[in-house]
């Protein structure tokens, strides 16, 4: 597939081949077939207008909810890169490039008094937040959402509105080869200091409660009835995907170099040397546990794509 692609007539980063573990949270993963970062949406609308209908486009931000498959993704992944950035405030709304980061985000609103302080605390992109619907502390990214700028797989510009997103609990109804450009986002107006100081509580609880400086790619699961793990005395829902992974005696579990971390029961770490496999083994074992003891399937809510290694597929059809 790569060889059709060789010639395209891009201005931005077109590789062929492209190691993906060092841009993974997780440091996981095998190669991309073809990688390519646009230089602005221009060369991204062309790019894609070109692009066969038969080879897979795969949008990616940081990969911080990613675990990338060792034997790598086939088709072409895409990341949107510093022109993709921009943030600005436009008559009480946040305009927000896919490819800014969610942190950065809120500290701009709030400097101009616009709460949308939970995403202070989430890992990532706005691009990505708004295809997963993100969330935490009892808030997420639909609350805020007013709409957003996307390109369609044939490379056509479209604007949807909140009615078109689909949203749910850490889902949307995006199509996974739709490519967020930009986002515009709401949020309460309150006193800028106030914002501020609400989110140094945030990622105060945060430190307190999650491994951050530890290799991992945030919650594994989501909780089976749809809540925000908060922690607050007001969120008392029983069904939360660390208490039944703790209480089906998977905190610090461990397969190879993957662990289920001590501090945080929904939060697997890549201790020095895992493989993606591994990971992902560790995962479906937590999981088969936790139906054994609780009855409850859970939902993997870290994204996996790519493929297994060749040797991995072999074993898995013995």
């Excluded at 997780?26 to 077939?33: I, P, S, W």
């Excluded at 790598?72 to 022109?83: F, K, Q, S, Y």
């Excluded at 056509?156 to 986002?185: C, H, K, N, P």
């Excluded at 994204?303 to 072999?314: A, D, L, S, T, V």
Aim: proline letters at 3%.
């Amino acid at each position: 597939m790569g060889e059709r692609l060789r010639d395209a007539d891009v201005r931005g980063t077109l590789e062929f081949g492209k190691a993906l573990a060092p841009m993974s949270w997780l440091r996981v993963g095998g190669e991309a077939e073809v990688f390519f970062q646009p230089a602005d949406e221009d060369d991204l609308v062309q790019f894609m207008e070109l692009l066969p209908a038969d080879i897979r486009a795969m949008p990616v931000g940081v990969c911080s909810n990613l675990l990338i498959r060792d034997g790598g993704v086939d088709g072409v992944v895409i990341r949107l890169g510093r022109a993709f950035g921009k943030v600005s405030i436009e008559g009480g709304r946040v305009l927000a490039g896919a490819a800014a980061l969610g942190q950065h985000v809120a500290r701009k609103a709030a400097r101009a008094g616009i709460d949308i302080s939970f995403l202070r605390t989430i890992p990532g992109t706005i691009g990505g937040a708004v295809k997963m619907n993100a969330g935490c502390y009892g808030r997420y990214l639909a609350d805020s959402f007013v709409s957003a700028h996307v390109l369609a797989r044939d490379g056509t510009r479209q604007r949807l509105g909140a009615g078109d997103m689909g949203f749910g609990y850490r889902t949307s109804g995006l199509s996974d080869d739709w490519i967020v450009l930009e986002a515009e986002l709401t949020g309460p107006r309150r006193d800028p200091e106030a914002i501020e100081s609400e989110m140094d509580r945030l990622l105060a609880r945060r430190s307190e409660t999650q491994p951050i400086r530890e290799r991992t790619c945030g919650s594994v699961f989501r909780n089976p009835a749809g809540y925000s793990s908060t922690g607050d005395d007001d969120d008392v829902h029983d069904m939360k995907a660390w208490k039944l992974i703790e209480t089906a005696g998977m905190r610090g579990a461990r397969v190879g170099g993957a662990q289920i971390s001590e501090r945080h029961a929904n939060f697997m770490v890549n201790t020095g040397k895992a493989s993606a496999a591994e990971l992902e083994t560790l995962g479906e074992n937590v999981r088969k546990r936790v139906f054994q003891k609780h009855g409850v399937w859970l939902e993997w809510e870290i994204r996996r794509i790519g493929n297994p290694r060749r040797e991995e597929k072999e074993n898995a059809g013995q």
